[in-house]
């Protein structure tokens, strides 16, 4: 086999692959040989259809296979040979005037791309940090008691306050016409948590059990409901209902509710805040994360694989096909999403490039996963379910599940190594700025 080698642009490649018609028409005829001790044909015994039927019935789509499976060997046998990183799969056409007796094949693919990181200690990385505050133990123990809230009906004459459960009726028109989903019976929501228009909370303040009371309301420009978005619509409300809400104490009771072992209200204290350092501690490796991972990209230089950001493309769009069957919706309905390659592609595109820097770093500065650290990780995961052990060995029980942890350590291995060598200033965030909240 003769083997030829051009470089087309940057990571492009053209491989030609010459084959023997005789090795391709030898294994042609032991398949169909084979194929003819089972096949099953009208008016022959198995095993005793002629070769000559065999052939006539199967010889296209074997011949299909013989060179599919022929051509591929070739080319990833000269590929191993030339010591090449083929990226994706070849693109292989027949050329014609080929020598008697041969058959001649180009071979299109890219390969993976040199990456060349530069000086780490000139990068610049502002590293996050946060604290628990008695503060934001206080927010949790509130969030917690709306939870276990409980709702008895208000005295006559009372009117609907914030934090009040109401029971309406309404009724909306625009321009005059009722539109789908403008009506509602015995509708029932808390008031100022969002559930509704801030224009529905406000005309519902304050009315009391039989007041009714009309209001326009503007839908956002964004508004989920692309019918109604940014129109106006003439509301009637009803009060039927208010409820007015009742929170636990804090106290023992409460503790013990929430399974807190010894149930005193320092101990589930003590229990918030281990779970708020520990998300504490997750949103600050992703975000530190982050900040590492766009110095590393800055420092370095590659071409990206179009096959490989191609590949990343398709499973993204699985991925978000995947997400909207497990929201229930029907692959009928599923396929009526417009899922524009091009808005997937920029990410794609960092993911590859990202992917192949961390690999490269990690080769040569030696970052790959010990079995103690992906052990230790495992179970820092597992600590924070009700049975740590279990945890333990589902992970155990599964090498993708590990791949995924082991993944996990190596990115923490390149966030410790890169922020060893950079330039760091270190920035203090109040806790509701780190999880996302507002004051």
Request: charged share 30%.
């Amino acid at each position: 086999m003769a083997v030829n080698v051009e470089t087309l642009e940057k990571l492009e490649r053209k491989m030609t692959l010459t084959l023997p018609l005789d090795t391709i028409q030898g294994e042609v005829d032991a398949r169909l040989r084979k194929l003819a001790r089972t096949v099953k044909m009208d008016g022959f015994r198995p095993g005793k259809v002629p070769m000559s039927v065999v052939a006539q019935r199967y010889g296209y789509s074997v011949q299909y296979e013989v060179m599919n499976d022929k051509v591929g060997e070739a080319f990833f046998s000269a590929a191993n040979e030339a010591e090449l990183r083929v990226a994706g799969q070849p693109t292989i056409t027949e050329k014609d005037g080929a020598p008697e007796g041969q058959m001649t094949f180009d071979a299109v693919f890219e390969v993976f791309p040199e990456v060349k990181i530069g000086d780490l200690t000139t990068a610049e990385i502002e590293r996050a940090s946060a604290q628990v505050t008695d503060e934001a133990i206080d927010r949790t123990l509130e969030i917690l008691r709306k939870q276990r809230r409980s709702f008895a009906q208000r005295a006559q004459g009372a009117g609907a306050e914030d934090g009040d459960r109401v029971t309406v009726d309404f009724a909306g028109k625009i321009d005059g016409e009722p539109f789908e989903g403008g009506k509602a019976e015995d509708f029932a929501f808390v008031i100022a948590e969002g559930q509704m228009l801030p224009e529905f909370e406000t005309a519902v303040r304050g009315l009391k059990v039989g007041e009714s009371k009309t209001f326009p309301l503007a839908f956002p420009a964004d508004y989920h409901g692309k019918d109604v978005a940014g129109k106006t619509a003439d509301f009637m409300v009803t009060v039927k209902k208010i409820e007015a809400a009742h929170l636990p104490e804090v106290n023992e009771q409460l503790a013990k509710s929430l399974g807190v072992e010894g149930g005193t209200v320092e101990g589930l204290r003590a229990d918030i805040r281990k779970n708020l350092e520990r998300e504490i501690k997750f949103r600050l490796n992703a975000r530190n994360k982050q900040a590492v991972m766009d110095a590393l990209l800055a420092k370095s230089e590659l071409d990206v694989p179009k096959a490989s950001v191609q590949a990343e493309v398709d499973r993204m769009v699985e991925s978000a096909r995947g997400d909207l069957k497990a929201r229930g919706l029907k692959d009928k309905d599923i396929e009526k999403f417009p899922f524009p390659e091009d808005a997937f592609r920029p990410q794609a595109e960092r993911r590859v490039r990202l992917g192949l820097v961390v690999a490269e770093l990690v080769k040569t500065a030696k970052l790959q996963a010990t079995p103690e650290q992906v052990k230790a990780q495992v179970e820092e995961l597992a600590a924070s379910y009700e049975k740590p052990a279990e945890v333990v060995r589902y992970y155990y029980a599964d090498n993708r599940r590990l791949a995924d942890v082991e993944a996990m350590v190596i990115e923490n291995n390149v966030t410790e190594h890169v922020l060893g060598q950079a330039k760091v200033t270190d920035k203090a965030l109040g806790f509701d700025e780190l999880m996302g909240q507002s004051a």
